[in-house]
């Protein structure tokens, strides 16, 4: 078992590390440059410069790369580029910056710190973690939500002949759905039209029933699917025909039909993750909640290289260590997975 953790800790290792340099390098390498979104459209190409050799961004990717991996090992994943410290965008995204350059000088000399200077830009692991319990939350009402609705069609479709194929034509309808499309929709219905809850913004609890209902019904096609499936999968199994022929007790047969449930479950939920990450930030944005998505949409529309890099290491990170701990849950409950 031991071995088999190793394995499994490695392997979550190099793929963090993967991870983090691929999007660090695609990141710059892609149109568009914060350097000339951070100065004034009137800058000369020698306060460009300036700027560039400020940030760091005239080094070669590699050594920029290992520079802020050497941070990063400290936990320090640098300051945003257009951030305050109170998380506030710094003016527009044009000319905006706390560097600016004199209206009467073209020149690198007329380059200026604001006020308070770097000091006052927003650190990134405090910008991404005080907007994780939002997104976190969101995600967390989502699973619960979409598996116990999965659940109870997954249970309806096993002890109904008739339902389950009706079920398994509604999911696959609801499966070819945008979330993108579900959130304009709720939001048109329940916020707009019926006045039943928030629509856009933050304003407690009741502000995430929507989000996390559009997650949850994304969610279900395929918890469903898992479920009915495994649930027909299990009771077809030898030793459970064995059990009700020899007359065993119920528990008994409920608890190794559970066993063997569950563990497909925990696989399931750990290939989920990823996928809730990505649609949390498309109906973060949709609903103007202040999460990991919002932030993250409008570092990519800035290019605020930090930020972008910071928050997928975060993610990576994240993902890639539930995923090992599924694996090594995983390994406990069934022992066949700890042989390769």
């Known amino acids: 078992m031991m071995w088999f953790i190793l394995k499994r800790f490695m392997r979550a290792f190099i793929t963090v590390f993967f991870v983090s340099f691929v999007i660090f390098v695609l990141i710059r390498v892609v149109p568009g440059d914060p350097v000339r979104q951070i100065v004034s459209g009137i800058a000369s190409d020698a306060a460009v410069e300036k700027v560039r050799k400020e940030l760091g961004l005239d080094k070669p990717i590699v050594v920029q790369y290992m520079i802020f991996l050497k941070k990063a090992v400290k936990g320090d994943l640098g300051e945003s580029f257009f951030r305050s410290a109170g998380g506030h965008l710094s003016g527009s995204i044009q000319g905006s910056s706390d560097m600016l350059l004199k209206a ?27 907007r994780f319990p939002l997104t976190l939350s969101i995600i967390f009402f989502a699973l619960i939500l979409g598996l116990l609705v999965s659940y109870l069609l997954a249970i309806i479709g096993i002890k109904s002949t008739k339902a389950g194929p009706v079920i398994e034509i509604i999911t696959v309808f609801v499966a070819a759905i945008p979330n993108f499309w579900l959130a304009i929709m709720f939001l048109l219905v329940f916020a707009a039209k019926l006045k039943l809850l928030p629509g856009v913004g933050y304003s407690g609890l009741k502000s995430l ?10 969610l279900i096609p395929a918890a469903f699917k898992t479920m009915f499936e495994n649930l027909k999968r299990i009771n077809k199994e030898p030793f459970m025909i064995e059990f009700e022929v020899r007359g065993i007790p119920e528990k008994t047969i409920m608890r190794h039909r559970y066993k063997h449930f569950f563990s497909s479950i925990i696989t399931f939920l750990g290939l989920q993750w990823g996928s809730l990450f990505g649609g949390v930030i498309i109906i973060e944005y949709f609903y103007s909640l202040p999460g990991m998505g919002t932030l993250f949409m409008f570092a990519v529309l800035q290019r605020d290289y930090p930020i972008i890099v910071g928050g997928v290491l975060i993610l990576a990170i994240m993902f890639v260590s539930l995923n090992f701990i599924i694996d090594v849950l995983y390994g406990f409950l069934d022992s066949r997975v700890r042989e390769w």
């Open 209 to 218: 029933i929507l989000p996390s209902s559009v997650l949850a019904i994304t």
């Open 104 to 130: 009467s000088s073209q020149d690198a000399s007329g380059l200026e710190m604001v006020e308070g200077g770097k000091a006052q830009k927003a650190l990134v692991t405090d910008l991404i973690f005080s």
